[in-house]
């Protein structure tokens, strides 16, 4: 991707009308990434990928929203879990393709099949799951709905949070970005050095406006495996999205991290990234006060 001399900032004036969550007469779509590491009955991760997908279907009016699985490297049973949903809950099913990494190593990236699913999609909200996340409330998307509603200057709705990044992101991977704006770009001075701090939305579970999509061509055509929420959060800021916080009937687990650990699409790898401590405040450029949580 090339630099760009003059920020492509896109015109978010419109109602919020455009922003309004009518569930019942536009369902939503939502879309769940399942990953099995690999068909051992000890790593294809089944459990939770059927606790994920059952939840929605489960505390989730039928005709309410739309349903898309990604399959990444599923193992017979899970992907026999799918097909079951495909027949029974007319979901639609994605196959994840396998890559080469740079050593020559067979990998199945996240963000490939994540874009293969958005581009299939054309309601006005997405909702994503990774597989480790599920439904815990049987009221959830109403809850979900109001949220929407009562708070129409936001695009995206998750466990807002702020991400912290090395400088050195800023030449490779930030400013190249279609979607850069350099007035957006926030730094702050920390003991070890001055960093580039940004809210997003950490990964798992949210919802996210078309119209965000489309601006900011959501996920980013460079991603692999990692640094998509920190990404996305960017991209939202510098092209003047914003967020809210909203878990209710969201339950967010507790596994480790899966797959491929180090993005080789960013030189630098995962960014030194990190989640603020808690009790720390951070200012943006908006005049907004985020309180950050603990590290988990």
């Known amino acids: 991707m090339h630099k760009l001399e003059e920020p492509r900032v896109k015109d978010m004036t419109g109602p919020a009308s455009l922003k309004k969550a009518e569930f019942q007469r536009r369902p939503p779509d939502i879309c769940v990434c399942a990953y099995s590491s690999d068909h051992t009955r000890k790593s294809d991760h ?89 439904v815990s409330q049987c009221d959830w998307l109403e809850q979900l709905e109001e949220k929407i509603n009562t708070t129409p200057a936001a695009d995206q ?54 119209r965000a999509i489309d601006a900011c061509d959501i996920p980013d055509r460079r991603l692999v495996h990692n640094n998509g929420d920190w990404t996305t959060g960017m991209a939202l800021t510098h092209q003047g999205f914003t967020f809210a916080h909203h878990l209710r009937g969201i339950t967010i687990g507790e596994e480790p991290r899966r797959g491929i650990h180090e993005d080789k699409s960013c030189p630098n790898g995962q960014a030194n990234q990190k989640r603020l401590p808690g009790r720390v405040q951070i200012h943006l450029n908006s005049g907004e006060t985020f309180r950050c949580r603990q590290n988990r």
């Open 157 to 210: 709705f998750g466990d807002h949070s702020l991400i912290v990044v090395s400088p050195e992101h800023k030449a490779c991977w930030i400013e190249p970005a279609d979607w850069y704006n350099p007035d957006k770009l926030e730094y702050r001075d920390f003991p070890d050095g001055r960093k580039i701090v940004a809210a997003f939305v950490r990964g798992g579970f949210y919802a996210l406006s078309r």
């Open 46 to 134: 089944f459990d939770i990928i059927s606790r994920c997908l059952l939840s929605i279907v489960k505390n989730t009016p039928p005709n309410f929203y739309r349903l898309h699985i990604g399959c990444n490297n599923l193992s017979p049973r899970a992907l026999a879990l799918v097909d079951w949903m495909v027949d029974r809950y007319g979901a639609v099913k994605y196959i994840g393709e396998p890559q080469q990494d740079p050593n020559g190593n067979t990998i199945f990236p996240k963000y490939p099949l994540m874009r293969k699913i958005y581009d299939a999609t054309a309601a006005d909200w997405v909702i994503w799951f990774d597989d480790d996340c599920y």
